[in-house]
């Protein structure tokens, strides 16, 4: 069975408007891990006592930007900032910078 002309064309379109959305998807993503990468290799040299988490301290001398945001960071208010309150820190930012607030 033979598809109408109309019918072809819609679907190579479709396929056309897609693929460069499809590859900058994938180009934020590998950006993406990239960064997350560099945050944890900077994180880990920060960590001068190897405990798994950033004193105010640590954050100032290996992260001053982390130690700039300390308090916000820090949601918990014990002191350290561990990787997961930034992954945390950085998906908030990431929503208000999208728009989302929920």
């Given at each position: ?5 109309i019918i072809v ?42 405990d798994g988490q ?43 910078r999208s728009g989302?607030?929920?």
């Amino acid at each position: 069975m033979k598809l109408p002309s109309i019918i072809v064309l819609s679907i190579a379109l479709s396929i056309i408007t897609f693929l460069p959305c499809l590859a900058a998807a994938q180009v934020m993503g590998e950006k993406r891990q990239a960064m997350a990468k560099q945050i944890q290799q900077r994180f880990t040299a920060a960590d001068k006592n190897g405990d798994g988490q950033l004193s105010r301290e640590e954050a100032s001398s290996g992260m001053p930007r982390v130690s700039e945001h300390f308090t916000e960071i820090d949601t918990d208010g014990n002191g350290f900032v561990t990787l997961d309150d930034l992954k945390v820190y950085f998906a908030k930012r990431q929503e208000k910078r999208s728009g989302n607030t929920n």
